[in-house]
């Protein structure tokens, strides 16, 4: 078959970076269009660097984005998010990137898809994977996006124009609600392996979260440290999966995705050092976090991972709540990552049908790194 090319767009959003398609330049959804991007970025690869396409070699940095016109009247266009598997051929379409979810306002105005004044912009994005909107406010000089700026992320060198990211009402993305067993701490049972206390939400994404401590592990570990440990990751795997299934994802845990739910390991604040060897202090930040994406430790936190988190800080009762410190600031949590910390807000509320989150914000960066056409 001759080799196609098809035209794209090189982006980083936030501590991550994707391939950017308009929907028109793709098949529908089915195999043929998980094969083009498979190709594109460059899966499977035995060797997991992925040499022959696009992506990175982790899962942070194999990701495709698709952008077409809105199907819903309260947004300015669609959004659906591929994670591109590193060494097996599978694109998972079962969660969203909140990283990446920085990208697409600024993409949707450079490539003449809404059209905005120069100033502080919005762009409202319809998440199709989540069914969630998404509120992009972003500058904007002469018809484009204005990159330059001297707001600095966590993960990421130098600085660039800060966008805030307001995901409205976002419990509930793929399972039954914010809380998806109504219970704060559940317990995982993993037979000869013992008994996990944990926590499940939905917010932005679903995530599992596991005490540091039952475990055998402090919170402060390296990506490296714990991924060294072959017998901790099957373990968190297989707790991963049945938190999947718990919480509705698939109806064993073979049948639970690799991207959701995501699982995390947290702790309450001590000092540790980042990955660039930079002293963390416990006052600043109220809760640690060492997530496991696509079965391999994230370098620093997933978008939407740092949200479900921040979120659960706010639910009584829950692992996440109990290990927090009290928080410097009501309307933020600031959270201790490999790479540092970083904040995320929300708006939790305890009414007389439960927990519910009204909305969630977080601030990052992006920046158009190339653009023209792609190999498939």
Known sequence: MAEQFIPAVFMRGGSSKGVFFHARDLPGAGAERDDILLRVLGSPDPYGRQLNGMGGGVSSLSKAVIIGPPTRPDADVDYLFGQVAVDRPVVDWGSN?????????????????????????????????????????????????????DYAITGVAGTGARIRLDFLSPGGTITRGLLPTGNPVDTLDAGAQGQFPA???????????????????????????????????????????????????????????????????????????????????????EIGVRMISMERAHRAVPLTSAMCLAVACKIAGSIPQMLAAAPARVDETRVGTPSGVMSAGAEVRRGPAGWACDSAVVYRTARRLMQGAVAA
């Open 97 to 149: 990137c909140g990283n990446l979810s920085s990208a697409v306002g600024p993409f949707a105005v450079d490539e003449g898809l809404v059209q905005r004044p120069d100033g502080q912009a919005m762009v409202r994005i319809h998440q199709v994977n989540t069914a969630k909107i998404i509120h992009a406010r972003f500058p904007v000089r002469g018809g484009r996006a204005d990159p330059a700026g």
């Open 199 to 285: 926590t499940m939400v939905d917010a932005s994404n679903p995530c599992v979260f596991l005490d540091a401590g039952s475990l055998g592990l402090s919170g402060t570990e390296s990506p490296d440290a714990l991924e060294a440990q072959p017998a901790l990751m099957a373990l968190l795997d297989r707790l991963r999966r049945l938190a999947g299934v718990a919480m509705g994802l698939g109806a064993e845990p073979a049948a639970v995705g690799l991207s959701s739910p995501k699982i995390g390991i947290v702790a309450a604040p001590a000092r540790y050092a980042t990955l660039r060897q930079e002293d963390v202090a416990a006052h600043d930040y």
